[in-house]
């Protein structure tokens, strides 16, 4: 037994090996591969500390009673979710810290997929002693074929060995190997079975625990690989089934038949662990447990005016607001194939966004993010991209946002507002109106702040922020949850600010506002894999339901209606950053704060609520988008974005 002190805090480490030649994570030390076996013993080597089981729990407790503003909600509900969301998380919380698990590993998963189970990709828990601290992969991501017949069925990818072999050159001959050197043959091959079953089995069973996404059939089709375009590059996503942020599986039997086959066959491949980009180093239990597992700079917030608190932390006044998805696995950036890559992006390329002409009328803007490197760059940048596909002679736009999880709400505000120009949806306010929670502890937040202690204008809970329906700022002396909006939400009493308004313009945009429209809104089309969320639903929410453009979901299942975004919010953020709204308060000692995490541990939040076009008395998170198109995919052009672009552009214009 070993303890290290975390603050004031002693945690005793459990190592279930008593010297090194037993010690589980030995095995894996240093290395970068492992076998996923491995892994899992290293992982469940840790002995359940109640000490930091109940220290979790709190922490995400107590966040989501004051802070997350979707928890009554997501206990049912309404149509077209009501399958799909209903979870009482607070309940099942309490249920786990009652549990005796036997490892730190399996307390985890329990608090990892109670908090999965909201389907809410701004609110998850993540604890990098586990979670892509090694990720799991298999050379053959699998995709969903159309045929000349109409016919869908699961495929492996037809890209997946060149794939494999540009991303993993130091390991695929262990799979070639495995499968007797006949792995690029499997490129394509059609799959029958999946460890012996009907291959959406497994399709289903993924959706079932994914989490990240209200639509169960976006979350099937998070399975499968797809691509999406990074700050710097054309980038592969190999899909849940061949990547996985946890050591779940050890290998997988395939019944494939080959291209130009006659007869299935059986094939295994085993998953393999590579080690996480941001995993510490380690050569033992102890070291990783020191490395990985304990709380790091950033786990916890900071007091914004204590002179300890980091310099970035102390940047003074309104920030850029983000409304994104947290990412299952940190840091993955395969490469797509060249083969694969659209070319000869236009002047005006910028970061995430990229802009090319199909034909002679049809421009496409490729969105991979609604976050870049400077934020009045990317604003000017997607200015500059769409005004010269105008000049170049686009008169219908395609904007791609594949995998696309969001970023700055002006950015998405701002695209709105060039594309549709200014108008009664536009201006004052090209967004939703939102909310926030008024709890007990988020309104002493404000009090204090009224009352001095946010001078400079960090707290997001500052009134001079914010701005009431009719579109005048508060005043630095208004507390703006007084009094609070009581609900009934679920059969629950919450409690909630009054509804705030225009929060982007003028203030969010850059000086220079065009004063026409760029395109005719009626000839955009919206094009992604239905995983657009955040601030990318913010925009093609908007777009879609007051402009009329049009929304695509390519490559979903043929026979299930497509919901063309998900993951609304108004708001997103971190514990960490609630913790230091805390902090700065001076409320920490208050019985209804959290404590500091003891762990590497991250938790999101969901701060705003966006209330929605349709029905603007409840929020948008759950109501009913479903997509114009279900555009196949068929082996031509999936995973090809300027085939999938004309595929889309002969059938909506």
Not at 316 to 326: D, E, R
Request: charged letters at 20%; one cysteine or more.
């Amino acid at each position: 037994m070993r303890s290290i002190t975390v603050g004031a805090t002693a945690v005793v480490l459990a190592v279930a090996s008593a010297t090194v030649a037993q010690d589980a994570c030995a095995t894996i030390g240093g290395q970068k591969w492992a076998a996923p076996a491995d892994v899992r013993a290293c992982y469940t080597s840790f002995a359940l500390n109640t000490t930091l089981r109940d220290n979790i729990i709190e922490v995400v407790n107590k966040t989501m009673l004051t802070f997350h503003a979707s928890t009554n909600y997501q206990v049912q509900a309404p149509e077209p979710y009501a399958d799909d969301v209903h979870e009482d998380v607070l309940a099942d919380l309490a249920k786990i810290q009652a549990t005796e698990y036997a490892t730190d590993y399996e307390a985890h998963i329990a608090v990892q997929q109670a908090v999965a189970r909201l389907q809410d990709g701004h609110c998850v828990w993540r604890n990098y002693c586990f979670d892509s601290a090694f990720v799991n992969y298999l050379p053959t991501p699998l995709v969903l074929l159309t045929d000349s017949e109409g016919v869908q069925n699961v495929h492996i990818a037809p890209e997946a060995f060149s794939v494999a072999s540009l991303e993993f050159p130091d390991q695929i001959d262990v799979w070639q190997e495995a499968v007797g050197g006949e792995l690029e043959a499997l490129s394509g091959a059609q799959v029958l079975a999946i460890n012996g079953a009907d291959p959406w089995e497994a399709v289903e069973a993924n959706a079932a625990v994914a989490g990240s996404y209200q639509a169960r059939t976006t979350r099937q089709n998070a399975f499968f690989a797809s691509y999406q375009r990074s700050a710097s590059s054309w980038t592969y996503i190999f899909g849940q089934f061949a990547q996985q942020s946890l050591p779940l599986s050890d290998e997988v039997t395939l019944t494939v038949l080959k291209e130009n086959a006659t007869e299935p066959e059986d094939v295994t491949i085993p998953y393999r662990s590579r080690i996480g980009s941001t995993t510490a180093a380690f050569t033992d239990s102890a070291s990783y447990f020191a490395g990985n597992c304990l709380a790091q700079d950033g786990t916890n917030g900071y007091d914004y005016y204590y002179s300890s608190a980091p310099s970035e932390k102390k940047i003074t006044g309104p920030k850029h607001l983000i409304n994104a998805i947290v990412d299952e696995v940190r840091d993955v950036d395969a490469v797509l194939p060249e083969e694969l890559q659209p070319q000869s992006p236009l002047d005006g390329s910028y970061d995430v966004a990229q802009y090319y002409m199909l034909d002679d009328v049809t421009g496409v803007m490729a969105l991979g993010s609604f976050s870049a490197g400077s934020y009045n760059q990317f604003l000017e940048s997607m200015l500059t991209g769409l005004t010269n596909l105008k000049s170049a002679g686009a008169t219908q736009l395609i904007v791609d946002v594949y995998n696309n999880g969001g970023g700055y709400i002006c950015a998405a505000h701002w695209l709105h507002r060039i594309i549709a120009g200014p108008k009664s949806t536009t201006e004052p306010q090209a967004g939703l109106n939102t909310t926030t929670r008024a709890q007990p502890l988020a309104r002493a937040i404000v009090e204090s702040i009224i009352n001095g202690s946010d001078p400079n204008n960090n707290l997001l809970y500052n009134p001079i922020n914010w701005r009431a329906l009719d579109n005048e700022f508060f005043t630095e002396s208004e507390n703006w949850l007084e009094p609070p909006v009581e609900k009934e939400i679920n059969g629950r009493v919450d409690y909630f600010s009054q509804t705030l308004g225009n929060e982007c313009q003028p203030e969010g945009f850059l000086n220079t506002v065009p004063e026409e429209a760029l395109f005719d809104p009626t000839k955009v089309a919206i094009v992604s894999n239905g995983r657009c969320a955040s601030s990318c639903s913010l925009f093609s929410v908007t777009m879609a339901k007051l402009e009329g453009a049009k929304t695509v979901v390519v490559g979903g299942k043929a026979d299930t209606e497509q919901q063309y975004c998900g993951i609304i919010g108004g708001q997103s953020t971190s514990f960490a950053t609630m913790d230091s709204e805390v902090k700065t308060a001076g409320l920490k000692d208050n019985e209804l704060a959290p404590p500091d995490l003891l762990v590497n541990g991250y938790q999101g939040v969901t701060w705003r609520l966006g209330y929605g076009i349709d029905k603007p008395d409840e929020p948008e998170e759950w109501q009913d988008r479903p997509a114009d198109l279900n555009l196949p995919l068929t082996k031509d052009i999936v995973n090809k974005p300027e085939a999938i672009w004309a595929a889309v552009a002969a059938s909506v214009f």
